[in-house]
Protein backbone atom coordinates (compact mmCIF):
# COMPACT_ATOMS: atom_id res chain seq x y z
CA UNK A 1 0.00 0.00 0.00
CA UNK A 2 1.31 2.79 -1.12
CA UNK A 3 -1.62 5.40 -1.43
CA UNK A 4 -2.29 8.23 1.36
CA UNK A 5 -5.86 8.55 1.42
CA UNK A 6 -7.53 11.79 2.66
CA UNK A 7 -11.34 12.49 3.22
CA UNK A 8 -13.49 14.14 1.95
CA UNK A 9 -12.51 15.08 -1.36
CA UNK A 10 -14.50 17.84 -1.23
CA UNK A 11 -15.99 19.88 1.95
CA UNK A 12 -18.42 22.71 1.92
CA UNK A 13 -19.13 24.80 4.91
CA UNK A 14 -19.79 28.05 6.56
CA UNK A 15 -17.60 30.47 8.65
CA UNK A 16 -19.38 28.89 11.90
CA UNK A 17 -19.02 25.28 10.97
CA UNK A 18 -16.57 23.06 13.02
CA UNK A 19 -15.39 20.12 10.52
CA UNK A 20 -12.47 17.84 10.18
CA UNK A 21 -9.98 16.71 7.07
CA UNK A 22 -8.68 13.36 7.65
CA UNK A 23 -5.46 11.82 6.71
CA UNK A 24 -4.51 8.25 6.14
CA UNK A 25 -0.97 5.97 5.56
CA UNK A 26 0.08 2.53 6.23
CA UNK A 27 3.55 2.74 4.94
CA UNK A 28 4.72 2.83 8.15
CA UNK A 29 5.77 6.62 7.27
CA UNK A 30 6.81 8.59 10.92
CA UNK A 31 6.52 12.10 9.26
CA UNK A 32 3.25 13.84 8.07
CA UNK A 33 2.31 17.08 6.70
CA UNK A 34 -0.20 19.34 5.85
CA UNK A 35 -0.10 22.01 3.30
CA UNK A 36 -2.14 24.36 1.61
CA UNK A 37 -2.96 25.47 -1.69
CA UNK A 38 -4.79 28.33 -3.21
CA UNK A 39 -5.46 27.35 -7.39
CA UNK A 40 -2.23 27.83 -9.23
CA UNK A 41 -0.22 28.64 -6.58
CA UNK A 42 2.60 25.89 -5.31
CA UNK A 43 1.68 24.16 -1.30
CA UNK A 44 2.37 26.06 1.66
CA UNK A 45 3.73 23.85 3.97
CA UNK A 46 1.41 24.56 7.56
CA UNK A 47 2.14 21.64 9.77
CA UNK A 48 4.88 18.96 10.34
CA UNK A 49 4.56 15.75 12.55
CA UNK A 50 7.62 13.57 13.25
CA UNK A 51 6.55 10.45 15.64
CA UNK A 52 3.08 11.72 16.53
CA UNK A 53 4.58 14.90 17.79
CA UNK A 54 3.79 18.70 15.90
CA UNK A 55 7.55 19.53 15.43
CA UNK A 56 6.96 22.52 13.03
CA UNK A 57 4.11 24.92 12.82
CA UNK A 58 4.39 27.55 9.91
CA UNK A 59 2.39 30.31 12.27
CA UNK A 60 -0.74 28.53 11.07
CA UNK A 61 -3.84 30.73 12.60
CA UNK A 62 -5.30 29.09 15.39
CA UNK A 63 -8.45 28.12 13.78
CA UNK A 64 -6.59 25.22 12.41
CA UNK A 65 -5.97 22.85 14.47
CA UNK A 66 -3.67 19.87 13.65
CA UNK A 67 -3.88 16.30 15.65
CA UNK A 68 -2.23 12.79 15.31
CA UNK A 69 -3.49 10.46 16.69
CA UNK A 70 -1.57 7.69 15.57
CA UNK A 71 1.66 7.02 13.39
CA UNK A 72 -1.13 6.49 10.38
CA UNK A 73 -3.71 8.99 11.37
CA UNK A 74 -3.47 12.77 10.62
CA UNK A 75 -6.48 15.44 11.07
CA UNK A 76 -6.93 18.66 10.92
CA UNK A 77 -9.50 20.26 12.65
CA UNK A 78 -11.60 23.82 11.40
CA UNK A 79 -13.09 26.30 13.31
CA UNK A 80 -14.13 29.39 12.25
CA UNK A 81 -12.93 29.87 9.31
CA UNK A 82 -12.71 32.66 6.71
CA UNK A 83 -13.77 32.87 2.97
CA UNK A 84 -10.44 33.30 2.38
CA UNK A 85 -9.30 29.93 4.00
CA UNK A 86 -10.78 28.22 0.71
CA UNK A 87 -7.93 26.15 -0.96
CA UNK A 88 -6.96 22.32 -1.70
CA UNK A 89 -5.82 21.02 1.61
CA UNK A 90 -3.39 18.41 1.09
CA UNK A 91 -1.72 15.57 3.38
CA UNK A 92 1.52 14.15 2.69
CA UNK A 93 3.83 11.28 4.54
CA UNK A 94 7.36 10.18 4.24
CA UNK A 95 9.79 7.69 6.07
CA UNK A 96 11.69 9.20 8.48
CA UNK A 97 12.83 12.53 9.58
CA UNK A 98 16.23 13.87 8.37
CA UNK A 99 17.36 11.98 4.91
CA UNK A 100 17.91 14.36 2.34
CA UNK A 101 16.27 11.47 -0.24
CA UNK A 102 13.37 11.76 1.37
CA UNK A 103 10.29 11.56 -0.97
CA UNK A 104 6.59 13.00 0.08
CA UNK A 105 4.08 10.88 -0.35
CA UNK A 106 1.04 13.14 -1.23
CA UNK A 107 -2.80 12.39 -1.13
CA UNK A 108 -5.25 13.70 -3.91
CA UNK A 109 -6.35 16.97 -1.14
CA UNK A 110 -9.82 18.08 0.15
CA UNK A 111 -11.18 20.69 -1.83
CA UNK A 112 -12.28 22.84 1.04
CA UNK A 113 -14.87 25.80 0.21
CA UNK A 114 -15.69 28.26 3.04
CA UNK A 115 -18.89 30.15 2.26
CA UNK B 1 9.35 30.95 4.54
CA UNK B 2 12.17 30.37 1.62
CA UNK B 3 11.06 31.36 -1.64
CA UNK B 4 12.02 29.18 -4.37
CA UNK B 5 11.35 31.49 -7.68
CA UNK B 6 10.62 29.10 -10.93
CA UNK B 7 10.76 30.55 -14.29
CA UNK B 8 8.76 30.27 -16.51
CA UNK B 9 5.60 30.74 -14.63
CA UNK B 10 3.59 29.47 -17.84
CA UNK B 11 4.69 27.99 -20.91
CA UNK B 12 2.62 26.70 -23.47
CA UNK B 13 4.84 24.62 -26.17
CA UNK B 14 4.08 22.39 -29.26
CA UNK B 15 4.60 18.36 -29.06
CA UNK B 16 8.17 18.05 -29.71
CA UNK B 17 10.07 20.92 -28.81
CA UNK B 18 12.27 21.19 -26.29
CA UNK B 19 12.01 23.18 -22.80
CA UNK B 20 14.11 24.01 -19.64
CA UNK B 21 12.65 25.32 -16.24
CA UNK B 22 14.17 27.15 -13.84
CA UNK B 23 14.26 27.03 -9.97
CA UNK B 24 16.68 29.56 -7.78
CA UNK B 25 17.16 30.34 -4.00
CA UNK B 26 19.42 32.56 -2.27
CA UNK B 27 19.38 29.44 0.66
CA UNK B 28 21.38 26.49 0.30
CA UNK B 29 19.21 23.11 0.56
CA UNK B 30 20.53 20.05 1.79
CA UNK B 31 18.71 18.39 -1.27
CA UNK B 32 16.19 19.70 -4.21
CA UNK B 33 13.39 18.15 -5.17
CA UNK B 34 11.05 18.02 -8.68
CA UNK B 35 7.31 17.19 -8.72
CA UNK B 36 4.74 16.96 -11.25
CA UNK B 37 0.95 18.07 -10.43
CA UNK B 38 -1.99 17.14 -12.31
CA UNK B 39 -5.25 18.88 -11.79
CA UNK B 40 -7.34 17.52 -8.57
CA UNK B 41 -4.08 15.32 -7.62
CA UNK B 42 -1.16 15.55 -5.02
CA UNK B 43 2.88 16.36 -6.29
CA UNK B 44 3.94 13.07 -7.68
CA UNK B 45 8.01 12.83 -7.39
CA UNK B 46 9.76 13.00 -9.97
CA UNK B 47 13.53 13.12 -8.77
CA UNK B 48 16.15 13.89 -5.59
CA UNK B 49 19.24 15.90 -6.17
CA UNK B 50 21.60 16.04 -3.44
CA UNK B 51 24.90 16.69 -4.20
CA UNK B 52 26.19 20.24 -5.96
CA UNK B 53 26.61 19.70 -9.62
CA UNK B 54 24.57 16.37 -9.85
CA UNK B 55 22.65 15.95 -13.13
CA UNK B 56 20.28 12.91 -13.04
CA UNK B 57 18.16 11.90 -16.17
CA UNK B 58 15.02 9.97 -16.12
CA UNK B 59 13.88 9.19 -19.74
CA UNK B 60 13.07 12.97 -21.67
CA UNK B 61 14.04 14.78 -18.79
CA UNK B 62 16.69 15.90 -17.30
CA UNK B 63 17.23 17.20 -14.08
CA UNK B 64 20.11 19.79 -12.97
CA UNK B 65 21.60 20.80 -9.26
CA UNK B 66 23.53 23.97 -8.66
CA UNK B 67 27.28 23.62 -8.26
CA UNK B 68 26.41 25.64 -4.72
CA UNK B 69 23.46 23.72 -4.03
CA UNK B 70 21.08 27.02 -4.17
CA UNK B 71 19.42 26.48 -7.79
CA UNK B 72 17.90 23.32 -10.11
CA UNK B 73 16.89 23.36 -13.72
CA UNK B 74 14.43 20.53 -15.45
CA UNK B 75 15.03 19.99 -18.74
CA UNK B 76 12.52 18.22 -21.30
CA UNK B 77 13.38 16.79 -24.40
CA UNK B 78 10.98 16.25 -27.25
CA UNK B 79 7.46 17.63 -25.08
CA UNK B 80 4.72 15.65 -25.30
CA UNK B 81 1.18 16.03 -24.55
CA UNK B 82 0.84 13.53 -21.51
CA UNK B 83 3.88 15.99 -20.07
CA UNK B 84 1.41 19.18 -19.20
CA UNK B 85 1.14 20.04 -15.68
CA UNK B 86 2.12 21.70 -12.90
CA UNK B 87 6.22 21.51 -12.15
CA UNK B 88 7.13 21.86 -8.37
CA UNK B 89 10.64 22.44 -7.27
CA UNK B 90 11.05 21.52 -3.29
CA UNK B 91 13.65 22.48 -1.25
CA UNK B 92 14.46 20.25 1.62
CA UNK B 93 16.23 21.41 4.71
CA UNK B 94 16.92 19.05 7.94
CA UNK B 95 13.76 18.25 10.20
CA UNK B 96 11.43 17.67 7.30
CA UNK B 97 10.64 21.01 5.86
CA UNK B 98 10.27 20.78 2.59
CA UNK B 99 9.30 24.48 0.79
CA UNK B 100 8.03 24.37 -2.84
CA UNK B 101 8.68 26.65 -5.19
CA UNK B 102 6.39 29.14 -6.78
CA UNK B 103 6.02 26.88 -9.83
CA UNK B 104 5.67 26.30 -13.80
CA UNK B 105 2.85 25.19 -15.54
CA UNK B 106 3.32 23.34 -18.64
CA UNK B 107 0.96 23.10 -21.36
CA UNK B 108 2.14 20.78 -24.53
CA UNK B 109 -0.22 21.51 -27.41
CA UNK B 110 -0.65 18.13 -29.81
Known amino acids: DTEVTQTPKHLVMGMTNKKSLKCEQHMGHRAMYWYKQKAKKPPELMFV???????INESVPSRFSPECPNSSLLNLHLHALQPEDSALYLC??????????????FGSGTQLSVL | TQLLEQSPQFLSIQEGENLTVYCNSSSVFSSLQWYRQEPGEGPVLLVT?????EVKKLKRLTFQFGDARKDSSLHITAAQPGDTGLYLC??????????FGTGTSLTVIP
Open chain 1, 49 to 55: YSYEKLS
Open chain 2, 90 to 99: AGAYTGNQFY
Open chain 1, 92 to 105: ASSHRTGDPYEKLF
Open chain 2, 49 to 53: VVTGG
